[in-house]
């Protein structure tokens, strides 16, 4: 209905489908279809320019009528999503999402006030990709000096909220002693059942830097099972009495409970940042008032430590 208004006001083959974006041959088609579905003629081609048929004056009334409902109706459609859409959209890891981001949220709201959200856990190619395409207005990722996330400087800008170690943990005996402890092998070596991050996962590549640092030690991590997951490693590790690698926020609670039990020392930690990221281009208040309220506090923090 769109071609046939746009045809009726230019009269012109040519000017038309330039004015909907269309080669003159697609746009031809699409005028003959739907002539061919009202069962008439709506141009009379005899003419140059074309002129509407009694049958084609008719029916741009009726289609002006009815593009105006329709476009009526899309416009109260999307001003019901937007009233219903909250303040932000976060899509992060699992693990944070769980330890981290709702205690952030709460830190924030001296600031920037209470925002709704919506926050959601995705794999970090979707999320960036969301992320580009306005669908997600906020990021949280681990990330690691020396396994680096593939993001478009150009597209995003980007925030270390907090430095989180990850940890060695074991699981408990009921006194609440490790079951195991590579320090305590020193340079014996030994077997340890293990639970690690399957290839999918962003920390395989961290566990395998680290386990490449302690391989002179003659250590063996016995993997019993796997996930891209540190929540899911977790109750493996407790369940199977086992090691495991997990993020600090993520094992806490586990080890206040006597679950489990950080082993290794400080050598066997890994620094971890914890990095929000944001479309560059985005004009949407909450996320300014996040990114203002960020960039405040940092200033802070700073001016603290010159002081």
């Known amino acids: 209905m769109e071609d046939f208004l746009a045809l009726a006001q230019t009269r012109n083959f040519s000017q038309a489908s330039s004015d909907r974006n269309v080669t003159q041959p697609a746009f031809s088609r699409r005028i003959r279809a739907l002539e061919t579905w009202l069962g008439v003629s709506l141009f009379d081609r005899r003419s140059y320019p074309v002129t509407l048929t009694t049958e084609g004056r008719m029916f741009r009334d009726s289609a002006e009528t009815i593009l105006t409902t329709l476009y009526a109706n899309r416009a109260q459609f999307q001003e019901n999503q937007i009233g219903q859409r909250p303040d932000l959209r976060i899509a992060a890891a699992t693990t944070l999402n769980l330890n981290f981001i709702p205690n952030w949220l709460r830190q924030l709201e001296p600031q920037t006030g209470h925002l709704t959200t919506h926050i959601s856990t995705q794999n970090f190619h979707d999320m960036a990709q969301n992320l580009a395409e306005g669908e997600i207005d906020l990021v949280l990722q681990y990330s690691h000096s020396q396994v680096p996330l593939f993001v478009e400087t150009s597209k995003f800008m980007t925030h270390v909220l907090t430095i989180e170690p990850m940890v ?134 700073t001016q603290m430590k010159r002081t």
């Not at 609440?176 to 320090?183: I, R, Y």
């Not at 340890?192 to 999918?200: A, E, K, N, V």
């Not at 609670?253 to 944001?278: I, M």
């Not at 281009?281 to 008032?289: F, G, N």
Request: hydrophobic share 35%; with cysteine.
């Open 168 to 301: 060695l943990v074991s699981a408990t005996d009921r006194h609440g002693e490790p079951l195991h402890d590579p320090a305590r092998a020193g340079d014996r070596g030994g077997i340890f059942p293990y639970m690690g991050y399957s290839h999918d996962g962003y920390f395989a590549e961290v566990e395998r830097i680290l386990f490449a640092h302690h391989a002179e030690n003659g250590l063996i991590l016995q993997r019993l099972g796997e996930s891209p997951t540190s929540e899911v490693l977790k109750r493996l590790a407790i369940s199977f009495g086992t090691l495991t690698l997990l993020p600090e926020s993520c094992a806490r609670e586990a080890v206040e409970d006597g679950e489990l039990a950080v082993v290794g020392g400080e050598d066997w930690q890994v620094p971890l940042e914890v990095r929000l990221y944001r479309a560059r281009d985005s004009q949407r208040p909450a996320i300014k008032r996040v990114w203002g309220a960020i960039q405040e506090t940092k200033q802070q923090e």
